[in-house]
DNA sequence: ATTAACAATTAACAAAACGTTAATTAATAA
DNA sequence: TTATTAATTAACGTTTTGTTAATTGTTAAT
């Protein structure tokens, strides 16, 4: 088709792929939990055999939207190709359009992110595309030198998850299905900073009433775990109840 | 620039105006508040005298993104271009991409909303672009056959303002610089379905106590208003304090 | 076998916030 | 003077919090 206006030189869709990592802490204790993003070291050629564009540095998995597809499509698609991860669940959450973004010319970006469960990363790969991808923590990605304006959307994504993990039931795509109370805390704690929730007395007490989270039961009475204590700890999933809050309704945090 | 890869065919960027009208209930009382959308009516023809694709169809005002500009960008000057309408707040909430969406091509779009004062719209006035302007009810709007994808743009829109006005001091912007509670109360109306601020009792004995709202005071004595009552109201006006809310902290409605 | 240690609770309770019902307060209109 | 009306305020019982102090079940070390 031919437009009488000037067409954009490309449309991108970037992923900012989320994971929580847990590092043993010791027998019977909670593991640590880390937040850490998952980056890929862009090749020096392309597919085609050319020079990579900003080859060599550290980016968002991500690549050119075809005419046919949605840039969500997209973004499941440059995920598969280009770490061998899929199954995640994908959320569009801004454009990047200044128009001086990428010196290929006027290309835009359709940003996404990723929460993913740590396992759900093991299979991850280096591909033709990527020659290297890792796991960085914040502050080791925020010491990067990015590709792209690639900072500035982790920057955005970043905000997002912050404030989707407080608004939303976010933490259970961080957790197994079944977790003991200890192990939402540190979930929590990766991204929230909140004394009601690292408060431990505060959060035990008021955790087991949350409406979207149920404790597990077998053959009759409740299931419990040695995983990360001595003392069996209840284990609990998540509900489908969606909750809703209000500034108008709650207390405020000051 | 020349490149490998398919481009898009063209990049817009609409705008989802909406504000919230008073009509006077009778004397000394608060003012019945609607939730309205502003539409234009696509011209017959386009700036350069070609027949308009969709003309005649009521649409969300919008165009074609320069190569110069971001969408944001665009979004007030086709708003102004189009309207006649500047000065307001635009907020970015979605992209509208799927393939078949524009029948010109691969077009992809950059959703906005604005959420605008009654007064900042009476400037509006119809142009070369838009035969007509109105606002229109929710109810209207969805009965309307909109041009394009428009109908799911503002489906989603309305979405989004529901959720700022319960999340953030979204309300500030449908309201002027001192308020009365009652006005308050119209705007959250509008949007919100909740009883603690439907139910007066429950209105009152809370609103005053809202971290993000402060009584007016002149001259060391509070400022009253009658404009909507026998008995003096207090006015009072947003401060800058930002909430916060949290599942894991708040009662949360069932 | 006892005991120390420790994470995971549970108990108890006071303080804060909420929801409701019933008054009170101007101002106006009758 | 009185009825009316919207905007408050008072009062009070109920829920929800935040906190401190116990309790429990298990392991590891006497």
Redesign the interface.
Known sequence: ?K?????????TSDIAVFTITSESNGEYKPPLKKLKIMLIKRSEIDH?GNPNIEAGKWALPGG????????FQAAERKLFEETGVDGLRIK?F??Y???SRDN???I?S?AHYVIANESSLKKRKTTLDAQDIQLFSIEEALALELAFDHRAIMDDALWFIKKDM????LAKHFLPEEFVLSELQGV?LTV?D?P??STDAAFFR??PT???IEAVSENGKLKKSNAYSKTPAQLYRFTDFQ????????????
């Open positions: 088709m437009n009488q206006f000037t067409t954009p030189d490309g449309y085609e050119f939207v075809r005419p046919n597809e949605t840039a569009h801004g454009v359009d200044s128009p290929r010319g006027w835009i359709n407080a608004l939303t039931t929590l929230l909140d009601s929730i008021k955790a949350l409406p979207f909750p809703i809050v209000s500034v108008y309704r709650n207390k405020l945090k000051c």
